[in-house]
């Protein structure tokens, strides 16, 4: 990536693990500040230090539970308190719940819908917004290979990225006019910490598929930063999805349940 960030400002959600880390490192080798926002402050603290050690990187830190239904507004506050114009919106935060579906307490179902779907589709619209205005932005969406095929046992979640896909895919082309450039991110199974807060563990399937994270996440700025509307990463992962393009629906989930059991 060319792509030169001196002076914009980055927000990265689910920032304490994972691809939030992996997106905070990319962006500011490439000159980005960065606004860092999870739960958990501690690690994103830490990482600021690092970064700011490293590439210099003006970094705030907020801490805040996204899977709140009042969390967008919120943060958009506070951001605007901060008197911060955001540039970047990388939408990572989100999770998935292994299990039957009767068997998972519907509260638990209901704050993953939350986080993966609404918080994520206000904060798109409270920042796109301010970037029409001012004739550009970036946004990427990380969805999942998952939302390409019903998926038993991540019922709910595969739901919920399929709604993350063709929600970025369609902004991809409502903002054009405005200049705002919308991606989606559709990883596979990778070297995070998703199966562990899940609750699955990890399947002879996903450990032959398993892709670093980093990787993933520079395939997902390098798709932002071109305009791309949607970017599924690693050869094993794209031929599931062109597969699935070609099985009968019902097949499809069959295989998939087969395939995710322990």
Avoid: C
Avoid at 101 to 110: D, E, G, I, S, Y
Avoid at 147 to 160: D, H, L, N
Avoid at 234 to 256: D, E, F, W
Wanted: aromatic content about 6%.
């Amino acid at each position: 990536m060319q792509q030169q960030l001196k002076g914009q400002w980055a927000l990265i959600t689910g920032a304490s693990s994972g691809f939030g880390v992996d997106f905070a490192h990319l962006l500011a080798e490439l000159g980005a500040n960065l606004i860092l926002v999870a739960r958990r402050t501690e690690p994103m603290q830490a990482l600021a230090s690092e970064l700011q050690k490293r590439h210099g990187t003006e970094t705030r830190v907020i801490g805040l539970d996204l899977a709140q239904t009042e969390a967008a507004s919120t943060l958009k506050a506070q951001t605007d308190a901060l008197g911060l114009s955001v540039d970047i919106l990388i939408n990572n935060a989100g999770y998935g719940l292994f299990g039957e579906f009767l068997a998972q307490p519907l509260m638990n179902t209901r704050d993953m819908l939350q986080l993966n779907m609404l918080t994520l589709t206000e904060l798109t619209h409270h920042y796109s917004q301010d970037m029409a205005r001012r004739g550009g932005g970036h946004i990427l969406l990380v969805a999942s290979i998952g939302g390409y095929q019903a998926t038993p046992s991540y019922a709910a979640y595969s739901a919920s990225k399929a709604y993350v896909l063709l929600f970025g895919e369609a902004l991809n082309q409502e903002l054009k006019a405005s200049n705002v450039k919308v991606s989606v991110l559709s990883p596979g199974i990778s070297a995070t910490a998703f199966l562990q807060v899940s609750g699955q563990r990890p399947t002879l399937y996903q450990r032959l598929l398993m892709m670093r994270s980093r990787p993933v996440a520079q395939i997902g700025l390098r798709a932002m930063f071109r305009g791309k509307a949607s970017v599924v990463p690693g050869l094993l992962n794209k031929l599931t999805v062109i597969s699935n393009r070609l099985t009968p629906r019902p097949l499809q989930s069959r295989m998939a349940y087969q395939l995710m059991k322990n």
